[in-house]
T-cell receptor
């Protein structure tokens, strides 16, 4: 496997629930990413963290709130989601060398279903 | 803006035959190109990347890809397909000139290798 783990692997939640997705990378990288993969749509970048600072935020609704407490961990806090938010949420990490091309390595994803 | 097109939703090939999965890209600066593979209920696995140098890039599992600047293409190839190659393949591009770390992914091509 790639050294990026995600928990839980599956999550079912109601629209009024609050839950969190967790990602952990064991590769010594300093950049982490959240992507959303919906059926029949390309992967959508949600957030990018480099050295624990958010460096990109792609117009994601505020019901998704990321947190990066250190370079190995990334969370996605969820609240008052909509059924259309049901998707596979993928975490990735890379070594950001300030311009050098860094390959992103992905975790297995969390399959989220919003009822 | 950077974009990627994978014109085929699905490619069918017989085991032992050569396979090609097509990808074209659009960037304003220099392209950095990637191929990933996704097996059912799994995250994306890195196959290969083109940064600079030789236009023919070799990657994991016997795959290779050819960068063609004039045609803005980066097609994935394998001389002899295996049933186990059946999966979803994604092409991705990063425009180094923008300074963005994010990859832009194509919509994916499902490869079906028949025994």
């Amino acid at each position: 496997e790639t050294g990026v783990t995600q928990t839980p692997r599956h999550l079912v939640m109601g629209m009024t629930n609050k839950k969190s997705l967790k990602c952990e990378q064991h590769l010594g990288h300093n950049a982490m990413y959240w992507y959303k993969q919906s059926a029949k749509k390309p992967l959508e970048l949600m957030f990018v963290y480099s050295l624990e600072e958010r460096v990109e935020n792609n117009s994601v609704p505020s019901r998704f709130s990321p947190e990066c407490p250190n370079s190995s961990h990334l969370f996605l806090h969820l609240h008052t989601l909509q059924p259309e938010d049901s998707a596979l949420y993928l975490c990735a990490s890379s070594q950001d060398s300030g311009g050098a091309i860094d390959t992103q390595y992905f975790g297995p994803g969390t399959r989220l279903t919003v009822l | 803006a950077q974009s990627v097109a994978q014109p085929e939703d699905q490619v069918n090939v017989a085991e032992g035959n050569p396979l090609t999965v097509k990808c074209t890209y659009s960037v304003s600066g220099n392209p950095y190109l990637f191929w990933y593979v996704q097996y059912p209920n799994r995250g994306l696995q890195f196959l290969l990347k083109y940064i600079t140098g030789d236009n023919l890039v070799k990657g994991s599992y016997g795959f290779e890809a050819e960068f063609n600047k004039s045609q803005t293409s980066f097609h994935l190839k394998k001389p002899s397909a295996l049933v186990s190659d059946s999966a979803l393949y994604f092409c991705a591009v990063r425009d180094f000139g923008t300074g963005r770390r994010a990859l832009t992914f194509g919509s994916g091509t499902r490869l079906q290798v028949q025994p």
